[in-house]
């Protein structure tokens, strides 16, 4: 039967995930299982375990762990306190303006520590409690920090875009880092659009607004945080050193700069470490196992079989890329972004680059694309550390949710409708 590995691996992967599985071993497992109809068992499971093994033997990977490290540096360190303390001055007396410091922050620590985890956490813990002292409903609260806290996935340095780069066989880290500055600026915009709609609409309280010397003075603050942003991307994009390079670089930096704060002590380190060991080690297991289960799809043709059927449905490429969305969109609500990234790559990107879509802009498509996927149930894990600092419920949040989904895919479809959007900065460095 031609279309039962096919079969075997889409439906034991749905089953694993319905019983509770951990995603990782659901991939693995059903990879091991639909190379078992092909090859006997201890030669299947070999393969696995070598692919596996294989799938993690870059020397660009090794930039994740260092970017989730300083991440938990910057959560502990004091970086995001003095962020929000910028954005208060800049947007705080504009409607629902604690919103919209929360969204501005978000951008901010996303452009620094590219973690959307560490930004609902700080952002959440630090101005969730506030925004409802000051009459803010906490599922509106929920729904900003949710929804904002991906955008750091977009604006460089992004561990996901490093992923895909790896993925999709060597597309420049610079240019995908570059090409995330306006889709995640405008996406940002459109969230503060809709959040303050919605504040004015429901009377939510106002900040006074700050004077240029307090706005300066928290500016003066914010900058030694600001500027690892320069550090990092500035010496990717020259080519002074490797985006690993830089992740190594931004670590130092943010432990030196919360020991200066005072926020970050000896006796903090070892906690630190273990946080970002588990959770850079949960990342690594699914990297490892997708990278199974995209080999698996290799050898039994199946993106070469999906690329064919997509062009039989229409030669025009908006409706093929839109096609591509829908797709996209489903799959990230059923699975978490980087193995969705590390399996779905080598499927669409053929197709996508056969129309004449430059894979730049594919990259930060799929990746907005898979960041509403978080904000989602029943896998987001975005949306339960949210709803989870909050203290409320997936039912009382969707209301407020539902609006800020719809300005997060106008983003979508303006960026892949204007290859502008993406490919302009990237082509200002010849990158």
């Known amino acids: 039967m ?16 319905s019983i509770g599985t951990p995603v990782a071993w659901s991939i693995a497992i059903s990879s091991l299982l639909t190379i078992i109809i092909s090859l006997p068992f201890i030669p299947a499971a070999t393969t696995i375990a070598q692919r596996m093994a294989t799938g993690l033997d870059s020397f660009t990977l090794l930039a994740i762990p260092f970017f989730i490290l300083s991440g938990q540096l910057m959560t502990h360190g004091g970086i995001a306190s003095r962020l ?3 954005a208060k001055t800049i947007v705080g007396a504009l409607p629902g303006g604690l919103a919209l410091i929360n969204i501005m922050s ?17 952002m959440g813990s ?27 996935l977009v604006i460089p340095p992004s561990n996901v875009l490093i992923v895909y780069s790896l993925a999709s066989g060597g597309v420049s880290i610079a240019a995908l880092f570059l090409a995330g500055y306006i889709p995640g600026i405008l996406t940002g915009l459109f969230l503060m659009i809709v959040a303050s709609i919605w504040a004015k609409k429901k009377g939510y309280p106002t900040s006074k607004k700050s004077s240029l010397n307090n706005i300066f003075k928290t500016f003066i603050v914010a900058i030694p945080s600001l500027f690892l942003l320069f550090i990092v991307i500035g010496g990717i994009v020259s080519g002074i050193f490797t985006a690993t390079e830089a992740s190594a670089i931004a670590v130092i ?48 043709n199946i993106p070469q079989n999906l690329s064919d059927f997509l062009l039989t449905l229409s030669d025009n490429k908006i409706i093929i890329l839109m096609i591509v969305n829908l797709l996209l969109l489903f799959v990230g609500i059923f699975m978490d972004m980087t193995p969705a990234v590390l399996i779905f790559t080598p499927i669409f990107l053929p197709i996508v680059t056969s129309i ?10 799929m990746v907005l694309n898979l960041c509403i996927g ?26 407020p949710l539902l609006p800020l989904f ?12 204007f290859p502008a959007l993406t490919l302009w900065l990237p082509s200002l460095y010849s990158i």
Do not use: H, R
């Open 253 to 300: 930096y943010t432990l030196i700069l919360g020991m200066v704060y005072k926020e970050i002590k000896l006796k903090n380190i070892p906690n630190i470490l273990m946080e970002a060991s588990k959770t850079s080690a949960v990342i690594m297991l699914l990297i490892a196992a997708s990278m199974s289960m995209s080999w698996i799809m290799s050898f039994e």
């Open 106 to 122: 978000a951008m901010l620590m996303g452009a620094i520590a590219g973690s959307a985890m560490a930004s609902a956490s700080a």
């Open 126 to 152: 630090i101005l969730g409690p506030e925004m409802e002292k000051e009459g803010y409903d906490k599922e509106y609260g929920a729904a900003v920090n949710i929804t904002s806290s991906t955008i750091g």
């Open 356 to 365: 004449g879509i430059n894979p730049i802009q594919f990259g930060i498509i």
């Open 2 to 17: 031609e279309n039962l590995p096919v079969i075997v691996l889409i439906l034991s992967f749905i089953i694993f995930i």
């Open 84 to 86: 929000i303390g910028f």
């Open 374 to 399: 978080l904000c989602t149930p029943p896998v987001g894990s975005v949306l339960f550390v949210g709803i989870g600092l909050a203290k409320t419920s997936i039912e009382k949040v969707i209301k």
């Open 406 to 417: 719809i300005a997060m895919i106008f983003s979508l479809i303006l960026i892949t409708l």
